[in-house]
């Protein structure tokens, strides 16, 4: 490390993590323990335990040991937030009303990726009006990292961003910079960042494409970095926003209200060792540049090559060199959008698992946290998990057969009365499993809702009292239907990542317009309806008794066509909205930032989309056909001198593209063509120079639209 | 006669030949010159003194100077039995006969486990 250690803000002593890490552990392993005292009990039963019966309790002690970490976190944070909150913070390291601290260079970076150009823009708007409003701009700059490899989306940016620039006067504060070859994904675009430009900055705070943070959030970011030399990576805790669906109102909701007592308990017992989530955190630049670049994995995709998931990794290697790594969950004015639905959210589940499945290789890599291994391995557990699940479950399934076909006593286990001690308790065995699961899954959220009812203030800001239960209670029910469809979906992702086939890095849809349709929701769950018809209906003739403990998971599968339909529906979010269910401080009390964002995206939206004829190649239509344009474009372009051959096969682009339209050039050749400054000044120059009869009709009718559209001098720049 | 206008509005900045026009654009893009001086553009006698001034002050700056760095990737020790591991699966990737008999021996053993367990 080579920060100067004066004036380290002092924290917690480590005989004190270790008791608190002790009791967080002590936690797990006690109810753990007590679950599985039940589970063998039960398996017991039958006069001993058989080779089926202990992977069946091997199984529910991996399975419930994870449940018990959710549970033990949530009760640690709630024991925090009622005595008060926890005096070891990182936030609690500035005194916010009297201190000034000074501040220090600092890049925001945005990676994009053929995100939606007006929700980018428009939010790194809103992010630099707010920063301005602060009085510290003079430490800021923003660069948008573009990855995109769309024409379209393409130009979009470059046009957006010079926009922005001129209404925010920014140049030369707002920076733009696009990729030619997207190596290593959104790590190696801020690798790509760092290589540069990263001398010049003392930190950076890396967003997503949807993340808004407010001015005051970052402002604060860097004093806690600060005051705290020995702090490489600060990460907060975003909440989400702009759920219009009723699953992403759902998703909202939850995140709102459930989140404050895990993260107080992730704070109370991690402390340094924290996480990084990837995005609305600010990192130190050298260290991070000195540790935290990632090497190849053994053997190559899915399992090992480039690391998918580089947050956790990066976090893990900061806090292998030294640096501290802290969660400020506390810290307001950070948001981020969710999937708008079920399946869209499957979709980056896809993206995830892999990810996280290849951090099994890091688990036991020298040098790591131990609390950097167990986030590490929750991670991979994350998904791993369901395919145990839906294990445990066909196995428990084999079970009854077996017990059905050889009864002992003439009853089932499950119908047998729990015993503790040699005491008999009179209440079945599974009954008293399953009311200690259902527990430990909703005990956080009961206590949740609790803590924000009780105080009326509080319960105000999620709509009132009456609201927030009512839509704690159809959270609830949703979301246990919803999990046997995640069980499935990721048993599925488990085993196609391991049977090698890799996922690409598809953009993730933001904002649902009219939902998921019947036939992509029969297509996608089409196999997990017939799986629960084919379950439900062989488990009631197998066992009646025995369907009805199952019907909750049949019940989410059989559903999951009408569930995924009804949950990815605008109108009926904004019905629930209406209804006051599942409101969010957000959206009762918005933050300037968040009511400014929606004013200005009403607007941009409200702008008419190119003819139907045009739309596919409109960024390219635009660049070469507008002056302005073509010379924002140009004027970003390196300049290079290519050889005589290349040269002439630009010709040729050239010519074919005026000649017979850019419908016949392949993305690349368009690509290739957008990338040569030359050839873009001799396009726009040719396009308005020829007749128009030597050119395509497409471009005929793109000169007759761009003339309708386009108000002399005017320009057709982004508004 | 637009390149030469641009030519004589933005002298002084030494920009090559061919890109003039696109530089003058730019310049005229963002000093919002046809708002702020409707009349002005390609009006080689009259070009007001603060529109050439603010024409040759408007660039485009993509990123500020460069302050080259590396960051190299330095590897991760991941332990002896993941390095094991590691290996085996570098072995087995070459080996692509070997990675489809390992899949049926799983197969058969996913078999055998069902026709155990149901017994």
Known sequence: MNSPRTSVHQFILPERLRRRRALFYTTVFLLTSTATWFMAD???????INGLEWVLLVLFVILFAQIAVGFATAM????????????????STVDWNSEDVPLASTAIVMPVFNEDVSRVFEGLRVIYRSLEATGKMEHFDFFILSDSNKPNQWIQEEIAWAELCKQVNGVGRIFYRKRRQQINKKAGNVADFLRRWGKRYRYMVVLDADSIMTGQSIVKLVAMMQKNPQTGLIQTAPRLIYGES??????????????????????YWQQQDGNYWGHNAIIRVQPFMDHCALPDLPGSEPFGGRILSHDFVEAALMRKAGWHVWLAHDIEGTYEEGPPSLIDSAKRDRRWCQGNMQHAWLVTARGFRPANRFHLLMGVMAYVSCPLWLLFLVLSTIHVFNQVLAPIGGELATERYARLFGHMIEVPEALALFLFTM????????????TVVQRSDEAARFGGRGPVVLSTAAEIIFSALLAPVHMLFNSKFVFFTLLGQGVSWVTQRRGAEDGTDWREAIITHGGQTFFGLVWGVSSFILLPSFFWWLSPVLAGLVLSVPVSIILSKSSLGAHARRAGLFLTPEEVQPPHELGRLTQNLAECYKHMRPIEALRNDYGLLQAVLDPYINAVHVAMLRNRRPSEESREWFALLRHRLLSEGPGQLTTKETLALLLDAESMICLHEELWKQPS??????????????????????????R | MMDEWFATVLKGKNLPPDRIATEGRVALLLCDGPQKWPYAFLDSRTVPDEFATAMRASEIEVG??????????????????????GETLERIEKWPVLRLA??????????????????
Do not use: C, H
Request: proline content about 5%; cysteine-free; hydrophobic content about 55%.
């Open chain 1, 76 to 91: 640690l944070g709630f024991y925090v937030i009622n005595r008060g909150g926890d005096r070891q913070r990182i936030t």
């Open chain 1, 693 to 718: 009869s030597s050119l395509a009709e497409w471009w005929r009718l793109a000169i007759r639209q761009y003339n309708v559209l386009t108000a002399a001098p005017i320009t057709a720049l982004y």
């Open chain 2, 64 to 85: 500020p100077d460069m302050a080259v760095s590396s960051m190299v990737p330095r590897e991760i020790d991941l332990g002896p039995i993941t390095e094991a591991a």
């Open chain 1, 439 to 450: 527990l430990l899954l909703f005990l956080p959220k009961i206590i949740s809702v609790i």
């Open chain 1, 42 to 48: 039960l398996l017991w039963q039958d006069g001993g």
């Open chain 1, 246 to 267: 009723l699953y992403a109102r759902m998703q909202q909701f939850a995140n709102r209200l459930y989140s404050p007592i895990f993260l107080a308990g992730l704070n």
């Open chain 2, 102 to 119: 390992m899949l049926w021996a799983l197969f058969l053993g996913a078999l055998f486990g069902i026709f155990y367990v149901t017994r």
